[in-house]
């Protein structure tokens, strides 16, 4: 069965720490998605990549093909950072469907 | 331009009634989703919709039905509700392999 895990499932930092979230899969992709759900619900993109690393402000995202794994980093964390995060892969092998972690939730301290 | 727009926001349905949420966008996208999300488990697809006047069916199908009759518009129909439907439902597009959601539904069957 097609997976895609993210770890870790929750976590807790201090205002202006450095903050990682991890995306494993299982097979191989066509595209991989960070989203980010924010406490009233919403949900919006942040992120596609199918190789390398991109960067929107203090959000890093990295992803290693051979590997199946992807990362997202947040620099100097703020509470309004404070979400939850969600990476969604679409297979090579189902064309426009998308599957998606259980998500990490965060929050940030002041 | 409003994106992606879900209706009803919220709804309670006693067991057996029937409803419709209306999902629509005004970004000329072809591709439309319809998600459920519910605790511990990452968002899973309902239908989706490639274009107007096509439909598949994705991951949980059973008991919803949906049309595509407008390119804007992509409705998901619940027959005869059951409490397992109990969840959020949302509504998303596609284009250049970006993600657009909607708000989301919260729906109750009692």
């Known amino acids: 069965k097609n997976e895609v895990e993210q770890s870790p499932q929750n976590l807790t930092a201090q205002e202006g720490e450095f903050i990682t979230i991890n995306c494993s899969y299982s097979?191989?992709?066509?595209?991989l998605h960070w989203l980010q759900q924010h406490p009233g619900g919403g949900i919006v993109s942040l992120f596609m990549?199918?190789?390398g690393k991109k960067k929107h402000g203090r959000l890093i995202a990295t992803i290693n093909i051979q590997e199946k794994h992807s990362s997202l980093h947040i620099t100097a964390s703020h509470p309004r950072d404070s979400a939850v995060y969600i990476c969604?892969?679409?297979?090579?092998?189902?064309?426009?469907?998308?599957?998606f972690g259980t998500g990490t939730s965060l929050t940030v301290i002041p | 331009n409003a994106g992606v727009t879900q209706t009803p926001k919220f709804r309670v349905l006693k067991t057996g009634q029937s409803m419709t949420l209306l999902c629509a966008q005004d970004?000329?996208?072809?591709?439309m989703y319809w998600y459920r999300q519910d605790p511990g488990m990452g968002l899973r697809l309902i239908h989706y919709?490639?274009?107007?006047?096509?439909?598949a069916k994705g991951e949980v199908p059973d008991g919803y039905n949906v049309s595509r009759l407008k390119k804007q518009n992509f409705l998901l129909g619940l027959e005869s509700a059951a409490p397992s439907q109990t969840s959020v439902y949302f509504c998303?597009?596609?284009?250049?392999?970006?993600?657009?959601f909607g708000s989301g539904t919260q729906l109750s069957v009692l």
């Open positions: 970004m000329n996208h072809e591709y």
């Open positions: 097979v191989g992709i066509s595209a």
């Open positions: 919709s490639v274009g107007e006047g096509t439909t």
């Open positions: 990549l199918s190789s």
């Open positions: 998303a597009s596609k284009k250049n392999e970006k993600l657009f």
């Open positions: 969604a892969v679409r297979w090579r092998d189902t064309g426009n469907q998308f599957y």
